[in-house]
């Protein structure tokens, strides 16, 4: 069965996730909902029902929670369902939004300062350092963020992993299965590049006082480690949410 990939823009794909989920043998079933509805593959729109679905993956995008999308209530009502059923759930900045959102958790607009973008750091929690999905990663990292919105009140029976002094829930599980990042830890360079060369996120740096040019000057900085990191906490991801042995037969 695939694991049901729900992606929002065009700029937002699901990066490194793909290539080391695939290595895991893993099918990846990508729902392009920023598309119209059509008869490729990509133009499905949400599942209906679990049946053949492996597990859930909601990447990011430029749209909030709640707006009046046809797919929203539609995906919200997917994640709940998964996360019910014991099935993987993984969201990443909008995804983790839309998790929280799902399962009784609040969203709410960043006001001081008015959202994340670029390279910021991010600390873990003391359940943080023990979670198996953090495995190998540093208590302070520096991750890859462009968001304006945060979750303001994770679900009942949450677990918060990770933090930021600008927003507080960076990473948070919930259940055995289901985890919610805010931060870009899927991204490439062509993905931060196309971030980049995005008109809401030149917004979104303009009015925090930074540029897209700063953006791609820290990429030098930071990348390298980002990178490793990041290839890091996927594998992580494809062997504990994912394994394929959950899938073999004894």
Not at 48 to 71: F, Q, R, Y
Request: some cysteine.
């Amino acid at each position: 069965m695939p694991i049901i990939v729900l992606q929002h823009a065009a700029h937002e794909g699901p990066g490194r996730l793909g290539p080391i989920l695939r290595d895991h043998a893993h099918a990846l079933d990508i729902r392009r909902l920023d598309l119209p509805l059509g008869p490729a593959p990509m133009q499905r729109g949400v599942p209906t029902d679990l049946d053949d679905v492996d597990a859930v993956i909601s990447l990011g995008g430029p749209m909030n929670v709640g707006d009046d999308l046809p797919w929203m209530q539609a995906e919200l009502n997917l994640l709940k369902a998964a996360h019910e059923a014991q099935k993987p759930v993984l969201g990443i900045c909008l995804g983790a939004q839309m998790i929280a959102k799902a399962l009784g958790g609040e969203v709410a607009p960043m006001t001081d300062p008015i959202g994340e973008a670029g390279f910021c750091p991010v600390n873990q929690t003391p359940p943080g350092n023990t979670d198996r999905i953090l495995a190998g990663i540093p208590w302070t990292t520096w991750q890859f963020q462009v968001h304006g919105q945060q979750i303001t009140k994770l679900p009942d029976g949450a677990t918060l992993l990770q933090t930021s002094k600008a927003c507080k829930v960076q990473c948070f599980s919930i259940g055995l299965r289901t985890y919610a990042f805010q931060y870009h830890f899927e991204s490439t360079k062509a993905d931060i590049d196309a971030f980049c060369s995005d008109r809401w996120t030149q917004d979104l740096l303009t009015r925090l006082g930074s540029s897209t040019q700063a953006v791609r000057q820290s990429v030098g900085e930071h990348y390298d480690t980002y990178q490793r990191l990041g290839d890091r906490l996927t594998e992580n991801v494809a062997s504990f949410m994912f394994p394929i042995r959950s899938k073999l037969k004894a």
